[in-house]
């Protein structure tokens, strides 16, 4: 039942109807952006636009599309998500989808972009490696994450969540990652030849790095320190801030 609907206080079965809404923001006059991405409990899939929009793609809703949009002296906030309402896990309530159709964001290449992703439920995959990146956070949720960075000079924000978040980051550029930990794995994939610093807050629940081209170079009650050969005089390198969780 929907909590709150006039079916669900009469004690009457609720049927949910799917729908895909599109959405779009065209590029006109818009220079950079922050853009928001609250997802859901469908998968998502993230990638880029082939023509003249901001943010272009479809949402299956049973609720309703939520977005909001500023532009000010060419810079534009985006927030895309659903709107609130109820759920139903029983498949014989729904009609006109499953729930499991995923939402479809692409994204300009052609501006810079301060993107935010909060992962829901579902199994997300961003594809970012033609964007203007100016920064990105991914919140965790309890579905799956794994993105594809662009070369360029921008720091990462990741928070763990309950499912494995995998992040393979970029040949070129300067950048700092900081992760906090949350209950499932974080995979970090660095590309041959791109210098790394990796600071671990020293507790011992679980890092990795690879042998062969990190070295420990210091050790203490608070935090280790590893490094690969060359990363204080690279242009192209990462500095992984790290809080270990679960």
């Known amino acids: 039942l929907l909590r709150g609907s006039p079916g669900a206080a009469a ?4 049927t949910l109807e799917w729908r895909e809404e599109a959405f779009n923001v065209p590029l006109t006059g818009v220079e950079s952006a922050d853009i928001t991405l609250d ?14 929009d901001l943010i272009n793609g479809s949402i299956f809703t049973t609720t309703g599309l939520d977005a909001k949009l500023e532009i000010n002296d060419g810079h534009a906030r985006y927030e895309l998500g659903e709107r609130a309402g109820g759920f139903s896990l029983n498949p014989a309530n729904w009609v006109g989808g ?7 964001v692409a994204l300009s290449p052609a501006v810079p972009i301060d993107l935010t992703i909060d ?5 997300t995959t961003a594809e970012l490696s033609e964007l203007l990146l100016t920064g990105l956070d991914i919140d965790g949720g309890n579905g799956a994450v794994s993105a594809t960075l662009p070369d360029g000079n921008y720091d990462v924000t990741l928070v ?3 499912a494995p978040i995998t992040l393979a980051l970029p040949e070129a550029g300067a950048h700092e990652v900081h992760v906090d930990g949350g209950n ?8 041959a030849g791109v210098a790394a610093r990796v600071v671990y807050d020293g507790r011992q629940n679980g890092i990795r790095v690879d042998d062969e081209r990190f070295d420990r170079i210091s050790v203490d009650e608070d935090e280790v320190v590893y ?18 969780g679960n």
């Open 184 to 191: 499932a794995p974080i995979t970090l994939m660095l590309p």
């Open 39 to 52: 997802l859901s409990n469908a998968p998502a899939e993230i990638g880029t636009a082939d023509h003249g």
């Open 160 to 162: 763990g969540g309950n």
């Open 119 to 123: 992962a829901g439920n579902g199994i």
């Open 11 to 14: 004690g009457r079965p609720i």
């Open 227 to 244: 490094q690969t050969d060359g990363y204080d005089h690279a242009a192209d390198r990462v500095l992984f801030v790290i809080d270990g």
């Open 98 to 104: 499953s729930g499991s159709e995923p939402w479809v």
